[in-house]
């Protein structure tokens, strides 16, 4: 399932220090605007305790964990829309992407220059949202000229687009991302046709400094106050202790350079199970004594859906699934004993696949 999260920012806020956090990929890092030209793809393993868990208690020959792809898009600057500092490029880039990490500067140090002049990460966000936006304005007026006249005519399908278009050039014009027009009615599927980049799901990333890893500081409440009617998640880490902590060889000195610094985990993997619910994505897994292995689906899959994951022939054949809870495997210890206990379920095809599951198909091609 090769779904993309795009790390963007203005040029020199951390992004390629944490995406080199995030991924075995070595982005180059330096401090000077446009060190990243070229996008920087990496494929990064998504922490999950559940995982090693089973591992723990079926004792398998390999452990597969879930992955998501991470893409490091060029810093933007002002006149993006318009192509300044290669800006028809980098939003090409970000078009691919299934959704945005936004990382914003946060921490104050003359020897990092900003390409602002001053540290201010409300103005940094505006800047990216109105270059994303007059985009999609772009975008979304040339699209009605395609449908307008068809729309007028009566034509449906060309109706239904004119109407949402025309609603989302609405909200553009008062500076307001395309994800403001979209409700509970509005067709994914229509929407998706257009693909707009203030469509896209937003994950707020504030870089602090070491001092700040912890509590946070006036940046980061700024950012909050100023993205709060956004219903967006915002999140700190510091890509310099990250780096740091990237490192490291072995768990137990990652484990000593944590508790140095007061924290429980590294931030990048709060950072990468964000990015997956973002993506509304879900896990089950499926365990055996050749492996236990983590497989990703959407959000809301069915049984037929979440075995296609594996191979297509098991969601064409899909007869049904066996399915543990995953508390219900920990508590029992093994799948025998889950069925012992009448804690093993079968499901259908309608069955909506929970987060956790532990499953296994039976399909018939």
């Keep these: 399932m090769a779904l993309k999260c795009g790390i963007v ?14 991924s075995n990929a070595k982005a180059q890092a330096a401090n000077f605007p446009f ?9 990064i393993t998504v922490p999950d305790a559940r995982l090693n868990k089973l591992a723990e208690l079926v004792k398998p020959q390999r452990i597969i964990p879930t ?12 006149g993006a829309s318009k192509g300044e500092g290669l800006g028809n490029q980098f939003l090409g880039n970000i078009r691919e992407c299934d959704a945005i990490l936004h990382v914003l500067r946060c921490f104050d140090d003359p020897n990092v220059v900003h390409v602002d002049g001053s540290v201010d990460p409300v103005r940094d966000k505006e800047v990216i949202d109105i270059e994303l936006q007059l985009k999609d304005l772009e975008t979304v007026e040339a699209r009605i000229k395609k449908v307008e006249k068809q729309a007028q005519i009566g034509e449906k ?9 025309s609603r989302i050039r609405e909200h553009l014009l008062r500076g307001e991302s395309a994800r403001a ?23 707020y990333v504030c870089n602090v400094d070491e001092k700040s890893a912890q509590s946070g500081n006036a940046h980061v409440e700024a950012v909050k106050k100023a993205v709060a009617a956004e219903n ?9 202790i990250e780096a740091d902590i990237a490192t490291l060889e072995s768990p137990e000195e990652r484990e000593m350079f944590l508790a140095d610094m007061g924290l429980d985990e590294p931030g990048v993997n709060k950072l990468i199970r964000s990015a997956y619910r973002l993506l509304k994505l ?12 983590a497989w990703t689906i959407h959000e809301g899959d069915t049984g037929p859906k979440a075995a296609g994951v594996i191979h297509s022939d098991f969601e064409k054949g899909y007869i049904r699934a066996e399915v543990i809870a995953y508390d219900d495997f920990v508590k029992h210890g093994s799948e025998a004993a889950c069925r012992a206990a009448g804690r ?22």
């Design 67 to 78: 992955t998501v792809e991470i893409v490091d898009i060029a810093g933007l600057v002002k």
């Design 181 to 203: 027009a979209v409700d509970a009615n509005t067709d994914p599927v229509l929407l998706n046709e257009f693909q707009l980049l203030t469509t896209k799901p937003v994950l």
């Design 344 to 365: 093993l379920r079968v499901e259908g095809k309608e069955y909506i696949v929970q987060d956790g599951d532990v499953m296994h198909f039976l399909f018939n091609v």
């Design 282 to 293: 879900r896990t089950y897994f499926t365990a055996g004594v050749q492996e236990v292995r």
């Design 35 to 43: 060190c990243t030209i070229e996008p920087n793809v990496g494929t």
């Design 232 to 240: 967006a998640e915002v999140m700190m880490v510091t890509a310099a």
């Design 9 to 22: 920012g203005l040029p020199n806020v951390g992004k390629s220090t944490l995406f080199n956090c995030l």
């Design 157 to 165: 399908e060309a109706k239904r687009r004119f109407e949402l278009l």
